[in-house]
């Protein structure tokens, strides 16, 4: 299985940037994509982004879209998601997550500890 640690999170200004990172070690090269979901208090964990590792395509959900960007480093096997202009309701635990090319939660069977993003407005 593999090993999923987030870091990055904190508190920004809505309008801020902060950078989430996930290291990935394990049996991860089983593992086609990587994702990021979120789950704010009270709300189902969402589809934030995703990227398959060898190829680089990338999907968003409709929310984050020109706002956040997803990238990865193959050679420290670690996916990164740049969060620009920042919005309150962008405030959530973010997990990354090994899986499927998808945005589908259940396509996913590995998972991180979660780290906390909160905006302030």
């Known amino acids: 299985q593999a090993q999923l640690v987030e870091s990055g999170g904190g508190l920004v200004q809505a309008g801020g940037s902060l950078r989430l990172s996930c290291a990935a070690s394990g049996r991860t090269f089983s593992r086609p994509a990587m994702g990021w979901f979120r789950q704010a208090p009270g709300k189902e964990r969402e589809f934030v982004a995703t990227i398959w590792w060898n190829y680089g395509n990338t999907d968003y959900a409709d929310s984050v879209k020109g706002r956040f960007t997803i990238s990865r480093d193959n050679n420290k096997n670690t996916v990164y998601l740049q969060m620009n202009s920042l919005k309150p309701e962008d405030t959530a635990v973010y997990y990354c997550?090994?899986?499927?090319?998808?945005?589908?939660?259940?396509?996913?069977?590995?998972w991180g500890q979660g780290t906390q993003v909160t905006v302030s407005s």
């Open positions: 997550a090994a899986g499927a090319y998808s945005t589908r939660r259940v396509m996913y069977d590995s």
